[in-house]
């Protein structure tokens, strides 16, 4: 919904309640059994009944995104402050580790993330498209540095870090892996130093 709609029909007092207590039991019952966890179930414990679940939230990605908004404004606004950090490169990838962290804080949000990835019809596609382009910017300023390859591509980038929380998110045993994923994806991204303007 846009901002205009929006401010044109604000939400009735028991809609507002309603649509908060849905997000307060989505996000729980996200974090206790991952994004596929039963929208009936989320409705009974918010105390509605999954017709006005609907209402709210056509699907389970239009959920999905509105619990997220939250983590979303956090990692936009670190993507802000590292594109002042001195060294780029570091700063990309340190935002990279910060997706990967979201990512892994609901079972299956890689995967959902990974399909939106290629569809602009996605409910999830709001979430995706701002972190896109807050992370191009990082690889631009990496790149014009001389310190990341010229032939990266920010969506290569963010597949690698779904791809990086989906492999960490099927391994709990390793709760290293992840962080020994995004070093192997650091000496990928570096230029060669032998190239001209590298450095």
């Known amino acids: 919904m846009s901002t205009a709609v929006t401010a044109a ?7 507002r309640r309603n649509y908060d207590r849905l997000l307060t039991e989505a996000r729980a019952s996200f974090a206790e059994h991952g994004t596929d966890a039963s929208l009936e ?35 936009l606004a670190r993507s802000r402050e590292l594109e002042r950090a001195e060294r ?16 892994g804080e609901y079972r299956g949000l890689a995967q959902a993330l990974m399909s ?16 896109r382009q807050a992370g ?8 014009s540095s001389g310190s990341v390859r010229a032939d990266v591509s920010v969506d290569d980038l963010l597949q690698l870090t779904n791809a990086i929380a989906l492999a960490a ?27 001209p303007g590298s450095g």
């Open 9 to 15: 029909r604000p939400m009735r007092a028991d809609a």
């Open 41 to 75: 179930d989320v409705a009974r414990r918010a105390g509605v009944g999954i017709g006005t679940l609907y209402r709210h939230f056509p699907n389970r990605e239009a959920l999905m995104n509105a619990v997220f908004q939250e983590a979303l404004t956090a990692l």
């Open 88 to 103: 780029p490169c570091t700063a990309l990838v340190e935002w990279l580790g910060a997706i990967v962290t979201h990512a």
């Open 116 to 131: 939106a990835s290629g569809n602009e019809t996605s409910a999830l596609t709001p979430c995706h498209v701002p972190l």
């Open 136 to 143: 191009a910017r990082l690889l631009a300023r990496a790149q």
């Open 169 to 195: 998110e099927q391994t709990p045993a390793d709760p290293a892996l992840a962080d020994r994923l995004l070093r192997l994806t650091l000496r990928g991204l570096k230029a060669d130093p032998a190239a």
